[in-house]
C-alpha cells in the first residue's frame, strides 16, 4: 500500500546502489525531481531503463550514478546528442557505461511481460537490424506455424519512478494525456515511486485515463512541477528553450559538472532548484 512520503523519504527507503531502476515518462511526465534526488542521494552501480531516455539520463550518467542503460532511442529531443551519455559510451567517463539497445516495440513488450510475470515477450521484430549483436533478444520458433518470431526477456526493475498529475489521500495515483510505458513499468517492478503535482480528495478522473491503485505502490510523493523541463498535460508547458540550452551546458565537462554542482548538488530539494531557476530557461 502506497505512503505518502518526503521524496527524500522515498528515494532513501525504494532506490539502493546497485539497483535496477526504470524512470519512465514518454514527452512528458518525466520524473526529473525524483531522478534528481537519486543524484543527490549519491545512488551509484544503477542500471537504468527506458525507452526514451533524454537529459535527465544524462544528467544521471554524467554525475557517475550509472554502470549500464538499457534502452530503445536515446536523445536530447528535438535537439541532437546527449553528450554525457557519448562521453560515457566513447571514453569512459566519468566511468564505462555498458548499454544494451532495443527496438521500441521490444521494450514495450518487455514491460508488458514483466508486468504479467511472464519471462519473456514475443514479437515481430529485430530482423534485418544488428540490434542481436548489442541486446539480448533472441529468435524463437512459433510452436504453431513455425514462424520466426524475436523473444525479448522481460523487465523486472527493483524500483519504477513516474510522474502523474494526481494522487488521492488514499495513494491512488491519475494520469493522462500522452503516455508511454508507465503502467506496464509500474506493474513489473518490485518497488515503485509516483511523484505527483498535487494530492486531492477525488480523483474525478478524465476518459482515457490511467488510475493506479494504492496497493500496487510503495511510495506516493507531492513534488510540484516534478516532471519540469518536460510538461505535465494539464498542468504546465514544456520549456524547450531549457532542452536547448542543455546541449551548450552538457558539451564540456566542466561546464556540465559546474550547473550540476550549483542547481543540483548545492540545492537542498527540487523547490530550491526551481527557485534558482526562476522557472524559466536553463540559466
Sequence with gaps: MAKIHSLQEAIRENVHDGDTVALEGFT???????GHEIIRQKR???????????????????????????????GNPGVGSLHRLRDAVEKAW?????????????M????????????????RGYLGTDLLQHTTAKFIDCPF????????????????????????????V??????????????????????VEEIVDKLDAPANSIILPGWILSAVVPVKHGAFPSYAHGYYARNNAFYKQ????????????????????????????LQLLGMGGAQ
Design 44 to 74: 551509484r552501480d544503477l542500471t537504468l531503463i527506458r525507452m526514451t531516455p533524454d537529459v535527465l539520463y544524462d544528467q544521471m550518467i554524467g554525475m557517475g550514478c550509472v554502470k549500464k542503460l538499457k534502452f530503445s532511442w536515446g
Design 94 to 106: 566519468p566511468q564505462p557505461l555498458e548499454i544494451e539497445e532495443h527496438e521500441h516495440a521490444g
Design 145 to 172: 506455424t513455425g514462424e520466426k518470431l524475436a523473444a525479448v526477456p522481460a523487465i523486472r526493475p527493483d524500483v519504477t519512478i513516474i510522474h502523474a498529475q494526481k494522487a488521492d489521500r488514499g495513494g491512488n
Design 28 to 34: 512528458h511526465l518525466i520524473p526529473y525531481a525524483a
Design 174 to 195: 491519475l494520469l493522462w494525456g500522452i503516455v508511454g510505458a508507465q503502467k506496464e513499468a509500474i506493474m513489473a517492478a518490485t518497488r515503485s515511486i509516483v511523484t
Design 246 to 273: 542543455w546541449d551548450g551546458i552538457s558539451k564540456e565537462r566542466e561546464s556540465f559538472l559546474a550547473w550540476m554542482e550549483k542547481h543540483v548538488m548545492n540545492t537542498k530539494d527540487f523547490d530550491e532548484y
Design 108 to 123: 514495450a513488450v518487455a514491460y508488458a511481460a514483466g508486468a504479467s510475470h511472464l519471462p519473456f515477450g514475443i514479437l
